[in-house]
């Protein structure tokens, strides 16, 4: 087996999510089912709006787990709106007039939450539907969500943007902002399937715009 820098640090990182395991002499193999119920940390990478097969609108989001038996592993979920309105509140959002409203699916990610994998659920990947936030989750995504609000001199736009310039339509991703609601920065090009030039998304495996992006979800699941 050829070792690769992604493979030895994914390797490194389970091992140090499995910390407490191994203390007590269980091994810390990569995941391949899950034997027992476990609260598991995860990130949200990215989230946005997006249908089911019956045109029910909701939240697609992919996580990381960060630690614990699936470590490292990436998952997805597509949670109905109704309960998204609720989770974000457990998130760290406040109502739409406080000081930080909820206002698109797509600012979920970068946020933290725990999961409750079960084998139930988690017949090919890890999986839940239980979630708890944690004293620690809750301080990341308010520290998070004041950054996107600029909340003062210390959370200020790097970009210098004002504040009716949400991040979650900003161009700028986490590879050069805290506050961003995306991997990586966009970049502009003609789009194969438009025609017009317009925002691409180098993290997602497609080769058209985000807008026909949109379009295509839209009516694949509407």
């Known amino acids: ?18 910390a407490r395991r191994l203390e007590l002499g269980f091994p810390a193999h990569p995941w ?16 946005e709006y997006d249908w089911d097969g019956f045109g029910r609108p909701g939240c697609r989001a992919i996580l990381r787990a960060t630690a614990g038996t699936p470590c490292t ?11 998204v309105n609720v989770l974000v509140r457990w998130l760290g959002f406040t109502h739409a007039h406080g000081r930080r409203p909820y206002r698109d699916n797509r600012e979920l990610a970068n946020l933290r939450l725990y999961g409750l994998v079960t084998p139930r659920l988690s017949k090919n990947s890890p999986n839940f539907w239980e979630v708890f936030i944690s004293d620690a989750d ?21 970009k210098d943007y004002p504040l009716e310039h949400a991040c979650f339509q900003c161009w700028v991703g986490l590879d050069n902002c805290c506050a961003a609601t995306h991997q990586l920065s966009y970049f502009l090009d003609i789009c194969r399937e438009c ?28």
């Open 1 to 18: 087996i050829r070792l690769t820098a992604s493979s030895l640090f994914s390797s490194i990182w389970r091992l140090l999510g499995n």
């Open 32 to 47: 391949s089912h899950q034997h027992e119920e476990e609260w598991v940390p995860f990130q949200v990478l990215q989230s």
């Open 73 to 83: 592993m990436r998952i997805e979920k597509w949670w109905p709106q109704r309960f």
């Open 138 to 158: 809750l301080k990341w995504n308010k520290e998070t969500l004041k950054y996107r609000r600029r909340d003062g001199k210390s959370y200020s736009c790097p």
């Open 195 to 222: 025609g017009e030039e317009s925002w691409h998304d180098p993290w997602r495996p497609i080769s058209y715009c985000l807008n026909c992006d949109y379009q295509f979800r839209r009516l694949r699941d509407g």
